[in-house]
């Protein structure tokens, strides 16, 4: 008789906005994992959720000790609170899934599975995303620019959605970096990865709180995090512009002393400044957006603050 596998899975969801969702999300974990058969943690990380979600994850705890919970001080952003879960797990295989119930619970035993073949991680890939259309274009729009600006190539079928193993999980507590995308940060570290196709199911409750102005702002702290190419642009865009003068200059001296026609044209000269003043001032905007950065690490603040824990979980200090 082949022994049961006795792996514990720590499960880390993110809290915001979804407290309709999370008890049936939790019996739907549960299960699925009683199924695999293996024991579970499940970590929920409150990030400041506008709603009840709080006493929602309290009233779980008080039904299942193994459901634990985590309450952010206040609003630190998706990937800060999965950071914390992660910072707080002990599971030989740790799942990171999103709270809204578009990540189908049933197919961690599929991530789990495909893991069981020698992978260290699995990442879940939507192939058909049950999103708006909106969504959808701003999220491929996302990738390919974060694609263009770093030189990789990125999935955006695949998210949050995914298992890795203890030692992936112990090595991304180490990137303690403030700007922060969890699936940038698993596939940069390498390891033995792969993905599987699943189904992604439609919003339940709520909206996204990844509006257009949010995931621009993620996409910059993206790019500016991980990519120094916008600062070669600049450099290049500079040059580009001073080689542009310099053959102007050339023209207009050969019409005033070969051609002998005057040089006229206030308006030009002023279109002129005011496109080369913008061009500095963009540019200047590039360079202090990295120094904002450079700012923020500088001043070593912590990535996340906790008002309260409920339940048995100690943080995995730093090596």
């Known amino acids: 008789m082949e022994n049961e596998r006795t792996d514990l899975i720590s499960v880390v969801i993110p809290v915001y906005g979804c407290e309709r969702c999370l008890i049936e999300l939790a019996n739907r974990i549960i299960q699925t994992i009683q199924s695999i058969p293996a024991d579970y943690e499940i970590i929920m990380v409150n990030d400041a959720s506008p709603d009840h979600a709080w006493e929602t994850i309290l009233k779980l705890h008080q039904k299942d000790k193994k459901i634990k919970g985590i309450n952010l001080s206040r609003n630190f952003g998706q990937h800060h609170a999965i950071t914390a879960g992660l910072d707080f797990t002990s599971g030989d295989w740790v799942v990171v899934m999103d709270c809204d119930l578009q990540d189908r619970p049933e197919e961690i035993a599929s991530l789990y599975e495909r893991a069981m073949d020698g992978y260290d991680v699995v990442f879940a890939q939507r192939v058909q995303r049950q999103d708006k259309n909106l969504?959808?274009?701003?999220?491929?729009?996302?990738?390919?620019v974060y694609d263009y600006f770093t030189?990789?190539?990125?999935?955006?079928?695949?998210?949050?959605?995914?298992?890795?193993?203890?030692?992936?999980?112990?090595?991304?507590?180490?990137?303690?970096?403030?700007n922060r995308y969890f699936p940038f940060f698993i596939q940069w570290m390498g390891y033995q990865q792969t993905k599987i196709e699943v189904q992604h199911d439609a919003r339940k409750e709520g909206k996204s709180s990844y509006?257009?102005?949010?995931?621009?702002a993620l996409a910059t702290d993206a790019i500016v995090s991980q990519s120094n190419k916008p600062l070669r642009l600049s450099i290049g865009v500079g040059f580009l512009?001073?080689?542009?003068?310099?053959?102007?200059?050339?023209?207009?001296?050969?019409?005033?002393?070969?051609?002998?026609?005057?040089?006229?044209?206030?308006?030009?000269?002023?279109v002129s400044i005011f496109f080369i003043g913008g061009l500095i001032f963009f540019q200047l905007g590039i360079i202090g957006l990295y120094l904002g950065k450079i700012f923020n690490e500088a001043k070593n603040r912590p990535i996340y603050l906790i008002k309260d824990i409920k339940g048995e979980v100690q943080k995995v200090q730093q090596k």
């Open 135 to 144: 969504k959808k274009f701003t999220s491929k729009s996302f990738y390919k």
């Open 151 to 178: 030189g990789k190539k990125t999935d955006a079928s695949i998210a949050n959605f995914s298992i890795s193993q203890k030692k992936v999980v112990e090595s991304f507590r180490k990137l303690r970096e403030q």
């Open 211 to 216: 509006q257009l102005k949010k995931l621009f």
């Open 241 to 270: 512009m001073a080689f542009a003068s310099f053959i102007y200059a050339l023209y207009l001296f050969f019409r005033y002393f070969f051609l002998d026609e005057p040089v006229q044209g206030w308006t030009s000269v002023m």
